[in-house]
């Protein structure tokens, strides 16, 4: 049994083209396994808190010491960082959106990305508490940005996946979809190539 975890985060839903490029490719792979599980978040359909310093202080205070709305607050991160660890793939699908990722996804990142359990502090720096797992970033620009400095995502997204212990990670990428249809379309088609051939 192969755990699939995707995770998409375009405001338009399942109208975005990230979001489409990851339905698709999900379907694809599915198709060629054995057999799959699949857990699916729609965060713009149902966006998680943005980290304050209620939730913060919720994460860091010892288990035995919490009340109830701490408690509350550790049970939704716990299930999302399940989720993570039961993964053997994850698949993302995330829009650039003023340069950065949707704060949707921040907020998600905020929820699994806790000391002690997905990653812990060592005389050597961070260890990443996950591994075994392959991750597919599907990623949608209106301009082209890849491979320029303007490209805040993939770093960040290596960075941030990478302090969990999480380092097997591919990229597809379709942009210049704001750039005229003859632009789009062939970076929508190109990006489809890519993610059968990746789902293969």
């Known amino acids: 049994m192969t755990n699939i975890l995707h995770i998409n985060s375009s405001l338009?839903?399942?109208?975005?083209?990230?979001?489409?490029?990851a339905n698709e490719f999900i379907q694809a792979l599915r198709s060629k396994l054995d057999s799959s599980a699949l857990v699916s978040r729609d965060l713009h359909a149902?966006?998680?808190?943005?980290?304050?310093?209620?939730?913060?202080?919720?994460?860091?205070?010892?288990?035995?010491?919490?009340?109830?709305?701490?408690k509350g607050v550790v049970a939704e991160s716990d299930v999302l960082i399940n989720e993570l660890r039961d993964?053997?793939?994850?698949?993302?699908?995330?829009?650039?959106?003023?340069?950065g990722i949707p704060s949707t996804f921040k907020a998600y990142i905020d929820h699994v990305a806790r000391a002690g359990e997905t990653f812990r502090y060592t005389a050597n720096g961070p260890e990443g508490l996950l591994s075994n797992k392959k991750v597919y970033v599907f990623a949608a620009r209106g301009g082209q940005y890849k491979d320029t400095p303007l490209d805040t995502?993939?770093?960040?997204?290596?960075?941030?996946?990478?302090?969990?212990?999480?380092?097997?990670?591919?990229?597809?990428?379709?942009?210049?979809?704001?750039?005229?249809?003859?632009?789009?379309?062939?970076?929508?088609?190109?990006?489809?190539?890519?993610?059968?051939?990746k789902a293969a």
């Not at 980290?51 to 701490?70: C, I, K, M, S, Y």
């Open 46 to 70: 149902n966006p998680l808190p943005h980290l304050d310093g209620e939730r913060f202080f919720a994460f860091v205070t010892p288990a035995d010491d919490r009340n109830d709305a701490q």
């Open 153 to 197: 995502q993939t770093p960040y997204l290596r960075h941030i996946l990478g302090l969990m212990g999480i380092s097997d990670i591919e990229f597809v990428y379709a942009e210049g979809l704001n750039m005229g249809p003859e632009v789009a379309d062939k970076a929508l088609a190109d990006a489809r190539k890519q993610l059968l051939e």
């Open 12 to 21: 338009f839903g399942e109208g975005g083209k990230s979001s489409q490029m």
């Open 87 to 99: 993964a053997d793939i994850i698949v993302l699908g995330i829009p650039l959106y003023n340069l």
